[in-house]
Each structure stands twice: as C-alpha cells, then as structure tokens.
Nanobody, 128 residues
C-alpha cells in the first residue's frame, strides 16, 4: 500500500512560481507513471500533468502546457510539479496520483480512473 503526501502549496501572486512535491512511502513508485490533477471549487477534477516511470515521457493539460513542468526523483520516491507564470485560474487543490501498473503507457493518461492511489491534496491559491 502506497501513501502519497503532497506539500509545497500556498499563496502566490499572479505571474509567480511555486513548486509542489509528492512524497511516496510504503513502497516504491519508480515503476509507475505518476500524475498531477487539480480541482477548483464547484469544478470537476482536471488533469494537469503526468510522467512515465523513467521520466522520459511527459504529458500536460492544455491549460498548463508551456508553464508547468513535471519531474521525478526515483531515488527519493518523489514527484514534483514546477508551476511558473501562475494565473488566478490555476487556483485549486492539487492532487498527486499513482497510475495503475496496467496503464503505465496508456493514451488515457488524463483519465483519473486509471490512477489507483491519491494523496490528500495541497491548496494552491494565486492572487490577482
């Protein structure tokens, strides 16, 4: 059983940067693709980014592409999301998730249903 704990959220001004982290414990996630999702009040959970086990393949949601960067440190069992040029519409709770092994290289990387473990989330607020 893996536990995922996000950290690094907070309040930042428009145009600023923030890095959130996701530390896994209980077992290694080095063989799993990992993802970040976010959910704003009264909105559905939205795909943000994902990364393959080796880190060589990344995918991004259209609204964050070019501004956010996902990375991972398998030795530290940790995944990161560097968020740049933040906008008020980026305000949300950000969740880290482990993708099921059966879907490691799936084209449905944006689908929350293929992720089987989730963290509790970290709040990111971007002020205008």
């Amino acid at each position: 059983q893996v536990q995922l704990v996000e950290s690094g959220g907070g309040l930042v001004q428009t145009g600023g940067s923030l890095r959130v982290s996701c530390a896994a414990s209980g077992r290694t996630v080095s063989s799993n693709s990992m993802g970040w999702f976010r959910q704003a009040p009264n909105k559905e959970r939205e795909f943000v980014a994902c990364i393959s086990p080796s880190g060589t393949i990344t995918n991004y949601g259209a609204s964050v592409k070019g501004r956010f960067i996902i990375s991972r440190d398998n030795a530290a069992n940790t995944v990161y999301l560097q968020m740049n040029s933040l906008k008020p519409e980026d305000t949300a709770v950000y969740y880290c998730a482990k993708r099921s092994s059966a879907f490691t290289y799936s084209g449905r990387y944006y689908d929350p249903a293929i992720y089987d473990s989730w963290g509790q989330g970290t709040q990111v607020t971007v002020s205008s």
